[in-house]
């Protein structure tokens, strides 16, 4: 630690950090503009002036931007001096200038740094009187919206977008004061986390343009802290409502998993719980004519549940409460995942793997740490997001090191860029198509999934010769395994990634196998799996039989009802399959918040309530628990959380009547008591009793108006505010107003920070973790293991079929994912349907790019567009995964290809 003085005041401070970061970390309120925490110092902007001294004798000193001033041990400055604050007032005053007059319509305003940065500095009161410099907006896509005449020149949107997120379409043009920050012709922002503009420009320059659809003032939302439901990464956000309707969701800050940021499709993805696909009421369609009567549903289930051999099939998008709640009301000898085999399969060898002890499942955090990255078989850009943002950085500050190395410090942007050139750290990727990460790769391998694995075998043997090897591998290919080993052994923070995406389990063993190999007596190699849906890795930990033998035992007549707990059964099995399953039900009760081909099967249809309107725990990739809250309570009592349901229907089902319940009991200590492995889920947030000065968390900022005349309409009266039981949050204005725990924490905001840049605020230290830590658990322990477990899966090298071709699914992080489909925005930026194949393939087909070629897949005939990809091998074919005109279908697949007659 070093000694700083700071107005005559000694404080003790970690070295190596700028002054900037140093006085935000110890409270001081220094404005800035051009730093950001995740992408360090440009000087830009000039506005965090402070005056630095030589010692303590000198009186005159000079003026430096504190955000390229390095901390050192007796370093005297002040942040109040005249000279200092003048000088901020006089950069604000001239970024100003052209500034418009336009907080009242400004999707920003009192939310806006730019606001909280000129009142900072005290400037009050406009002297420019002439007229100002005016810009055309452009048209940047369905996500963001552009308004130019509010820039201040701070840097931060290209920084973000070209060089931490590695876009290519926007850009900073002309020079001087009238610079221009967009694309040079109007269309859509291509990069997957072009929202964080929103959050990352200080002013509202680029904003959320879904918000403006249902705008309203961010203070005037009902805020909640959650956990996106795009992917298996689990990034943490904020949820805001107004009117019943979910508005906007912006990124949380948790310096384990998103840190400040999370890609397009949880951003914006939210639209699904306003759909007009919703179902709205019970629906009970063996009663003529159709019920929907609570009390007749009531009573229809407690016939069927004490008459009838029920099962349930339980979700990957479901909660633990929910998927427990279920197993509680049927048994678990009646409890079935719901999920193909072969993803089953996938997620028992992962689940193996992790629960072993012998390697590391990394954070977000952590990955962007690695030195050398090998990827087998992801394109993670569209299959995790977050993950490749996290690689992206991994490759980008590798080099960094050697530049702190000559002294230049890592928040230094500028100076590290000028450094590192073009330099970057190692990566390999192995998948059958280019991915967006391929530019940054050492070394792409565009191969086929056995072909992969039979790499990825080589590799493990390469390190350990305990590890087995594959035959009859080519000379060419082993050279390369030799070289990534070589390479990967060198490294002191290998990573290896790899997951369910092309539904092959040998990736999943050669990955282990390679992370096993890599590991030593001191540290375990990191190994990280990217899994289908948000709670895949949490319904794997509870160890149920998969979805096929549900089938058999339906069919055996072990039961005669099946309870479908929020998942489409038809995304990702055979049609005929799940239509065979169905015959042999008497009653179908499907639990779920949007109309789907299984809720079109359903006898019994019951709403629920989606993650906005329920409380419930996750568990992510990486094994980690974490807890997302109620956003606001639903204007329409049908919809309501799944375990609440299923938690009433098995007390009923035990002879209580409904309107005798007690409040559903703690549905995740009970899960807990009954399966240890999930021991520490229920420390991932404070219990609904948490209190601070006995008083609640609100979830409702200080500033929110207008809530009597929100319902005026109905009643000038203002109504009761709804009572949350189950959490420590509540609906209203009221509560504690200091710093909750960082799982409780609904919004950032303190005094003089209205804007999100408040969460420097509750962190320990500027970019660090927060207060009291980041929120979630992890839930697999570190196991002291001896010796090494290597596994043997080898498959025969890829040999093309006669007249069939592979078929692999093809990611797209807009359209493969189910809920966010039900977005605009996202429907907009879905591809659509189509047929890639190799560039010989097309010349024996005789097709070009566009024409139609139809494919045989399983049961399904469909024609498709032809889209060549030059690098696919010979023999495999892809089309988008899971996308709506793309479903029910069985992985893994071989089609016939043929020129429609």
């Not at 504690?736 to 920070?753: I, N, V």
């Amino acid at each position: 630690m070093a000694i700083i003085y700071i107005d005559h005041k000694a404080y003790e401070v970690t070295p190596g950090k700028n002054v900037l970061e140093t006085c935000l970390t110890l409270g001081f309120n220094l404005p800035y503009f051009c730093w950001h925490p995740a992408m360090g110092s440009v000087g830009a902007c000039r506005q965090c002036a402070v005056k630095l001294f030589k010692d303590e004798e000198d009186t005159k000193g000079r003026i430096v931007m504190s955000c390229m001033e390095m901390v050192k041990e007796g370093m005297f400055l002040s942040v109040e001096d005249p000279a200092a604050k003048a000088f901020r007032a006089q950069v604000i005053e001239w970024l100003m200038t052209n500034h418009p007059h336009d907080c009242a319509v400004c999707d920003e305003g009192g939310a806006c740094h730019l606001q909280d940065m000129t009142v900072m500095t005290g400037h009050t009161y406009r002297r420019f009187q002439y007229q100002k410099r005016s810009y055309k907006n452009q048209y940047l896509g369905p996500f963001i919206h552009h308004e130019m005449n509010r820039c201040i020149q701070c840097y931060r949107c290209v920084r973000f977008y070209k060089d931490y997120a590695g876009g290519k379409d926007l850009d900073v043009f002309a020079a001087h004061n009238h610079v221009y920050f967009g694309r040079a012709e109007d269309g859509i922002l291509e990069n997957e986390f072009s929202g964080n503009l929103a959050e990352v420009c200080p002013t509202g320059v680029f904003t959320d343009k879904t918000l403006k659809a249902h705008y309203t003032r961010k203070w005037d939302m009902t805020m909640a802290p959650s956990i996106c439901q795009h992917c298996s990464l689990g990034c943490n956000i904020i949820a805001g409502e107004r009117y019943g309707e979910l508005r906007q969701i912006t990124s949380r800050f948790n310096a384990e998993v998103n840190g400040y940021f999370i890609c397009d499709r949880g951003r914006f993805g939210y639209e699904f719980v306003n759909s007009k696909n919703r179902i709205q009421q019970p629906l009970i369609r063996t009663k003529v004519p159709d019920t929907n009567d609570k009390q007749n549903l009531y009573q229809h289930l407690k016939k069927i549940l004490s008459t009838h051999k029920v099962m349930g099939i339980a979700s990957p998008r479901a909660s633990l409460e929910a998927n427990f709640a279920l197993r509680q009301l049927v048994g678990s000898t009646n409890f079935y995942h719901g999920i193909s085999e072969t993803e089953a399969r996938l997620m028992r060898s992962i689940l193996q793997t992790l629960g072993s002890g012998q390697v590391q499942s990394p954070s977000l955090k952590e990955i962007e740490a690695a030195d050398a990255i090998l990827i087998l078989g992801e394109d993670l850009h569209n299959s995790a997001p977050m993950m490749a943002l996290a690689v992206r950085q991994a490759i980008r500050k590798a080099p960094f090191e050697a530049a702190q190395q000559i002294g230049i410090p890592s928040w230094h942007d500028a100076a590290l860029l000028g450094f590192t050139q073009d330099k970057k750290g190692t990566l390999f990727i192995a998948y059958p198509t280019k991915t967006k990460l391929d530019e940054l790769a050492a070394n792409t391998m565009h191969r086929a999934p056995d072909d992969i694995a039979r790499i990825g075998y080589a590799i493990a043997n390469m390190l350990n010769p305990l590890s087995p090897s594959p035959e009859d591998i080519g000379q060419d290919d082993l050279k390369l395994a030799k070289r990534i080993a070589g390479i990967i052994k060198q490294a002191e923070r290998p990573l290896i990634i790899c997951g369910t995406s092309l539904c092959h389990e040998a990736l999943i063993k050669a990955a282990t196998n390679i992370a096993v190999a890599l590991g030593t007596k001191e540290k375990k190699a990191g190994l990280s799996f990217v899994v289908p849906e948000c709670n895949s890795m949490g319904l794997a930990m509870m160890e149920a039989p998969s979805l096929m033998q549900a089938a058999e035992a339906l069919k055996k007549g072990e039961a005669d009802t099946l309870i479908v707990l929020e998942n489409d059964l038809y995304r990702g099995t055979q049609k005929k399959d799940i239509d065979d399953l169905f015959s042999y039900c008497k009653e179908l009760i499907v639990l779920d918040h949007l109309h789907n081909e299984t809720t079109g099967k359903a006898s019994v249809l019951i709403p629920v309530a989606t993650f906005a309107e329920a409380e419930g725990t996750m568990v992510n990739n990486e094994g980690r628990a974490q807890r997302f809250f109620q956003v606001f309570d639903p204007k329409n009592e049908n919809f309501r959380e799944s375990w609440r349901w299923l938690d009433e229907f098995k007390q009923f089902k035990n002879g209580v009547n409904p309107e005798d319940l007690a409040a559903p009991g703690n549905l995740i200590t009970t899960l807990v008591a009954l399966m240890p492995q999930f021991k520490g889920a229920e420390t991932a947030a404070p219990d609904a009793g948490f209190r601070i000065n006995g008083q609640k968390i609100p979830r409702e900022p200080h500033r929110y108006s207008g809530r009597t005349a929100m319902l005026a309409n109905i009643n000038v009266s203002e109504p009761k505010p709804s009572e949350d039981q189950n959490s420590a949050l509540s609906f209203t204005m009221e509560g504690y107003r200091g710093m909750p725990p960082a799982p409780l924490t609904p919004f950032f905001w303190a005094p003089g920070w209205n804007s999100g840049q408040s969460v420097n605020k509750y962190q320990e230290e500027v970019g660090g973790a927060l207060q009291g830590g980041n929120p979630g658990k992890k839930l697999f322990p570190e196991i002291p293991v001896a010796g090494k477990t290597f596994l043997n899966d080898i498959p025969p090298a890829f040999t093309p079929l006669p007249g069939e071709w592979l078929m692999l699914p093809l990611s797209h992080i807009f359209g493969s994912e189910e809920l966010s489909i039900y977005t605009p925005g996202i429907a907009e930026r879905a591809p659509r349907p189509y047929l890639a194949i190799s560039k010989n393939d097309a010349k024996r087909l005789k097709v070009l790019d566009e024409e139609i070629l139809q494919l045989q897949l399983q049961d399904q005939i469909y024609q498709l567009p032809v889209l060549i990809k030059e690098e696919l091998p010979d023999g495999l074919a892809g089309i988008p995964h899971h996308i709506p005109e793309l479903t029910a279908i069985a992985w893994p697949a071989n089609g016939i290809l043929t020129k429609p007659k």
